[in-house]
């Protein structure tokens, strides 16, 4: 098996659990890279929630800055690191054992005995366990004053046990093929990622999941000493904590969710759901279309210019071509439409150049084939960003939308609905994902949930928090921004979220501070 890059965590190669249920050995989080190697197949998550409600353990606390080779903020003398080994597979609790990195951040009264928050502010892929530290440089950092900060890399991410798997070089299509073809080859693409990499141990893969991610923070609830905990989710963060919730609503204190993941996984309907918001974004430059009509001639209403558009999208989708140096596609036509409003001449004058048969007149560098972002979390962090870890969260548990006929059906019939902006997600990261496991059923649980959705945002669309609501019964703010995960840089909603730690008060209705755009 070839080796992987050197990175921070815990070497595991070659151990597996003994006879007692684990090999011993010394712990560290500077050593080298991860690889689990493959052994037998799991049988399944645990159904129970309180696994043989395991004792307290220890956490050796060692300043991270110290424990780490490379710990990524500078001159930090508060935020402790720990690892914590939880069961891989809750099903079997005495088998192999896997290590989850934790970090701390202590509250500055020690006297408090108030209930430690857990942040989880992104992901998958990225690590997390630096957001104990940075909360306290943010809106909610008052919470830090009787409150301990809890961070950690979820299971297959960052400092934790993970698997380091590489992305083979996509294969392009030729620049003439047709839509349909290009998004075959990125789908195979991400298929024979997925088989390969899941390969490697799907006994490890398998059980990265969000409700394995709940389970190991309840490990860490025991591990600290604490009756309850509260937990702030933002982005995917929030399946998180949904998943922490419906199993183990009894150790709940509060829990505030910004930018929430459904409850339910199912990439066509959620593709669906993340095109609506963009919509919005084409309608200024359709309607800088319509007064311009002597010149461009593409119509003179809204309903006109959208359509010739679509239909300019649609053939160039069924047969691309190539002129000014770029591809021209039916991305290339979302491109123009996009285009920043000091930029719409020379995109309409691109628009009817390409239209009458011709070539860009004025073709910008940026107008190439867009790369579709993996649409949560917090970018590319330093430290590497961990597609299989990625993947794994969301198509373990999540329903169907692994072949390709069903998303290219599904897309088509949005093409259909809107010609112009219609199938411009096409999310293919489950593509023949080979691995299964049961998603946890959100509940109506008793504990404190507070709920709150951007009404314009794009990467967890509002609806998403609508139906986190409706199947939690939590409370849900709205925020009237495009912000995703934003509520400590919010300062109504960040007020709201320091009162609800604080005394449990939830709050609905519209954070009046929100800029709408």
Known sequence: MPSNPPSPISDHRGEQPGPAGGARRRRALAVSALVLAGLQTSTGLAAAQDSARPARTGLDWQLCATATPDWPIKNDTRTEC?????????????????????????????KTSEAPIVFSLGGPGTYNITNSATMTQRGLATLNTNRDFIGLDIRGSGYSDRIDCVDKPFAEPAPTAPEKSFKKAEFDHQAEFNNRCAAIDPEFVRQITPENAAR??????????????????ASFGTAVGL??????????????????????RHWPT???????????DFAPFVTWLTKRDAEYHLGTDDSTVRQRLGDLRSELEKKPRTGGGVRLSGNWVIDQALRPQEEWDEAAKNLVAVRNGGTPATPPAAASEPTTPRP??????????????????????????????ELWTAREARRTADPMTGGTQFTTWCAQWPLNAPPA?????KSALQLSGHLYEGVTP???AEQARDATGGTLLTIPDKGHASVPETPCAAEKAITFFRTGRQAGGTCTDGQQP
Not at 91 to 107: C, D, H, M, W
Not at 216 to 233: M, P, Q, V, Y
Not at 377 to 389: A, D, E, Y
Request: hydrophobic share 35%; proline share 5%.
């Open 82 to 110: 720990a690892e914590l080994s939880v069961p891989m597979d809750y099903a079997k609790p005495g088998g192999r054992k896997i290590t989850i990195a934790v970090s701390r951040v202590k509250a500055t009264d020690r």
């Open 216 to 233: 190991d923070i309840d490990r860490l609830r025991t591990a600290l000493g604490t009756e309850k905990l509260s937990f702030h989710g």
């Open 243 to 264: 998943a922490y919730r419906s199993l183990f609503d009894h150790r709940t204190e509060r829990m505030w969710l910004d930018s929430v993941m459904p409850p339910k």
């Open 270 to 280: 959620m593709d669906t759901e993340m095109e609506a918001p963009g919509k919005a």
């Open 376 to 405: 949560f979390g917090l970018g590319n962090p330093r430290t590497g960003f961990n597609n299989l870890q990625y993947n794994a969260m969301l198509c373990n548990t999540a329903t169907a939308s692994r072949g390709f006929g």
């Open 441 to 445: 059923k959100s509940t109506h649980g």
């Open 462 to 464: 509002y609806v998403w």
